[in-house]
């Protein structure tokens, strides 16, 4: 049976404001840490492998999110580090399908950037990440850490971590075939009986692997549940001497200082704390360097609205107002705007109105307080042996 595209788990239709959902909003503008615990964790740029990062807060991918059009107008902003695609299909990309191919777009100003790759054929991943790193990509991230059930059922995901010599033998395959650093992206385990990602990590590092991305919850947990910063520091304690990097629930500057200091992981990886702050790096670089942070001005925060949609309208055309509806709640939600308005922005049809609708946020805004749910980015939900 063929594969589906490696994003077909996304739901189509937009998320609409929800007024009943936990809101992240309050964390978001909490207090940042004191300076004195900020001084229990390094701040220098890091590396992985030979290729050196400048921050040590990333973007972990988010399939039809974090696409190249947001990753830059991220950039735009500042502070932000390691950055990686949405999952590809290596056997897709292979074959030169179309999808897959705008899944690895990317340009100058979107760097550094590793292209995260999966699929059960180690030859094929191979051959893939050999190919990326022919084009220039600095980095390959192996998936092992997807709980879909697609993905899983053609043996790639988190299934692999079922299967230790199998996954041990795609990292090494994969390794050799090039010489940019190849990094595992993975969670706990499959589940709370089997949290094998500490001696995992260590093969993995054994068989060349150069970092770690470790999301804190089993496949069983889907996304709910607590993320288990212990967990994240049994892999941290597991490997000799690559970085590895902790994932799971950051929302806030002290929530990454906080996974730091309590994992001894090397850097962060920030998911959906990024959809809901895209400021949340800037701040981050900013509390660093000076010991305070501003929030964005709404100037600021409509102007990466027209940012992130102008790179959409380069990279998907015509489809960029369809595509772009998926925003639309959360900009809303973060810009307070009425939701008339909001709704004009979900069903905006033409470039031409894009820009009239802008012209009426920029009047409209804070006509509602901003309050972001983290519900608006839409994860997978029920039995996920059904996702
Ligand atoms: C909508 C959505 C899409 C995701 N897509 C990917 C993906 O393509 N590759 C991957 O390794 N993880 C993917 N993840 C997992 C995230 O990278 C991350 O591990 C997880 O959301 C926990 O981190 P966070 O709380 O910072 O979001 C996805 C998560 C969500 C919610």
Not at 368 to 373: D, F, K, T
Request: glycine share 10%.
């Amino acid at each position: 049976m063929p594969l589906p595209p490696p994003t077909a788990h996304m739901p189509d239709s937009p998320p609409s404001r929800i007024e009943s959902a936990a809101f992240e909003t309050e964390r978001i503008h909490a207090p940042p840490v004191r300076d004195d615990r900020l001084a229990e964790i390094t701040h220098e740029p890091w590396s992985i492998g030979a290729r050196k990062i400048d921050f040590r807060y990333g973007l972990a991918p988010l399939a039809g999110y974090t696409q190249r059009p947001f990753r830059v107008a991220l950039r735009e902003l500042g502070g932000l580090g390691l950055a990686t695609t949405d999952l590809v299909h290596a056997g897709k990309l292979l074959v030169g399908n179309a999808f897959s191919k705008q899944l690895i777009a990317t340009s100058e100003r979107d760097r550094p950037l590793s292209v995260q790759l999966f699929g059960a054929e180690p030859a094929h991943v191979a051959t893939a990440a050999r190919w990326l790193e022919d084009l220039g990509y600095g980095g390959i991230d192996l998936n092992m850490g997807c709980p879909m059930a697609k993905v899983n059922g053609s043996g790639g995901g988190a299934r692999l971590m079922c299967d230790p010599a199998g996954a041990t033998n795609l990292v090494a395959q994969v390794v050799s075939a090039v010489s940019i650093p190849v990094t595992v992206k993975m969670r706990l385990g499959w589940d709370a009986r089997s949290l094998s990602a500490p001696q995992l990590a260590r093969q993995f590092e054994d068989a060349g692997a150069a970092a770690i991305t470790i999301h804190g919850r089993t496949r069983a947990q889907g996304f709910t549940g607590q993320v288990s910063r212990e967990g994240i520091a049994a892999t941290v304690a597991a490997v000799r001497s690559i970085p590895v990097i902790g994932n799971g629930d950051v929302r806030t500057v002290e929530d990454a200082f906080s996974m730091r200091r309590e994992t001894g992981c090397a850097a962060v990886a920030i998911g959906r704390g990024a959809m809901l702050d895209p400021w949340i790096f800037r701040k981050l670089r900013d509390y660093v360097e000076t010991g305070h942070y501003q929030e964005p001005e709404p100037k600021e925060q409509i102007d990466f609205l027209v940012t992130h949609f102008r790179e959409m309208e380069s990279l998907f055309g015509d489809k960029s107002t369809q595509l772009f509806r998926k925003f639309a709640g959360w900009y809303g939600a973060r810009l307070g705007i009425p939701l008339d308005l909001e709704d004009r922005l979900r069903r905006c049809g033409s470039l031409t109105e894009f820009d009239e609708i802008v012209a009426e946020i920029r009047e409209r805004h804070g006509h509602e307080p901003c309050r972001v749910p983290t519900a608006l980015i839409k994860v997978p939900n029920g039995p996920n042996e059904l996702w």
